[in-house]
């Protein structure tokens, strides 16, 4: 199954989620060239993104070198400026403008945007039109279930945001109280894919074929999206395309192929950020490499500082004698 947005084909309909300071374009690059029916950047303030803040317009960059969607999200709690930087951002390259309804952060929703926007669904609609008045680009949608258990209106919100040309509508399937907790109700995003006719893509504790298998069963939807299941594995998604779309197999690398990788990613985000912001930034990365692969001399790689001793460490830990 392919999810179609005018002329991008969303193929395998696996899908990475935005997360703030996490799917920056090294990231989204590195799981983009294993595979993935879309990237989606981690949020842009609009608000900040007009004020044309280099670090804010950094993180609005989308072009990925590859033949593949890069979509670009924003949160924002006024309709004006969200259509003011949405307009900015598809200058830029976005290819696909995603708003933000689902982030359950105090230091969002208190500014009335992310999740606390499905509490004012009145308010929410006259910013999604101005979104989609504003760009030509395809806009999609990111909610939760809702607030909390007594204010479940994903569908509803979900009905009337299709009438205002939302393209497509990716549920976590959690209410914003639940925050992260508990797990992912997979089973109450149908009644979101029953109310509307745009593609539906379910999100929340996906990590693998077998839990991205029975979110799709749970749920109906045309599609999974994948967050914290990515991190320190960008082949994640190309797996789980292979195994439930017949997607190519993503080669994962081994040995001195991996502390390749992993020095790439690592330089990559040295030269996107600038030296020291990237070699802080980098190391909840190499952390995540190490916890899933087992690998040792995560404590020295936290500590390390300089790059040149990060990159030793990189091969020390991941590559072929590590891996012997
Ligand atoms: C560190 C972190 C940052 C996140 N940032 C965003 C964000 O910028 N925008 C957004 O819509 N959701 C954000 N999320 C939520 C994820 O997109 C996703 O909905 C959630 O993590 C559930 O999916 P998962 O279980 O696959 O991680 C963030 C989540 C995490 C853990």
Redesign the pocket.
């Known amino acids: 199954m392919t999810i179609h947005l005018d002329d991008h084909r969303l193929d395998p309909p696996v899908l990475l989620?935005?997360?703030?300071?996490?799917?920056d374009l090294p990231f989204r690059r590195m799981v983009a060239r294993f595979g993935a029916g879309l990237v989606v950047s981690?949020?842009v303030a609009s608000g900040e993104m007009l004020t044309a803040k280099p670090s804010v317009r950094a993180k609005a960059r989308s072009e990925l070198g590859l033949d593949l969607p890069s979509s670009v999200?924003l949160?924002g709690r006024e309709a004006r400026p969200m259509a003011e930087a949405a307009k900015m951002v598809a200058d830029m390259g976005a290819r696909i403008i995603?708003i933000?309804m689902?982030?359950p952060a105090k230091k969002v929703t208190g500014g009335a945007s992310?999740a606390a926007l499905m509490r004012d669904p009145d308010h929410a609609l006259r910013l999604i039109e101005a979104v989609t008045a504003a760009v030509d680009v395809p806009v999609t949608l990111?909610m939760r279930l809702g607030w909390d258990d007594e204010s479940r209106n994903a569908a509803d919100l979900a009905r009337r945001a299709e009438g205002a040309g939302v393209r497509m509508i990716?549920v976590?399937g959690?209410t914003r109280m639940q925050f992260?907790q508990g797990q992912?109700d997979w089973s109450a995003i149908r009644e979101v894919v029953e109310a509307v006719s745009v593609p539906v893509v379910a999100?929340?504790?996906?990590?693998d074929a077998a839990s991205a298998r029975a979110a799709l069963a749970a749920s109906g939807a045309a599609g999974v999206?994948?967050?914290?299941?990515a991190q320190g594995a960008p082949w994640v998604l190309a797996e789980i395309g292979h195994a439930l779309h017949g997607g190519p197999a993503p080669r994962i690398p081994r040995g001195n192929e991996l502390s390749d990788l992993i020095s790439e990613h690592y330089e990559a985000m040295l030269r996107f950020y600038g030296g020291d912001v990237g070699l802080r930034l980098a190391r909840k990365h190499l952390g995540w490499y190490a916890d899933r692969l087992g690998a040792p001399l995560r404590a020295e790689m936290m500590v390390a500082q300089s790059p040149e001793a990060v990159l030793a460490l990189i091969r020390a830990a991941f590559g072929e004698r590590a891996a012997a």
């Open positions: 989620a935005p997360m703030a300071g996490i799917t981690e949020m999200q949160a995603d933000n689902g982030c992310g990111k990716v976590h959690r992260y992912a999100n929340g504790d996906i990590t999206m994948v967050g914290r299941g």
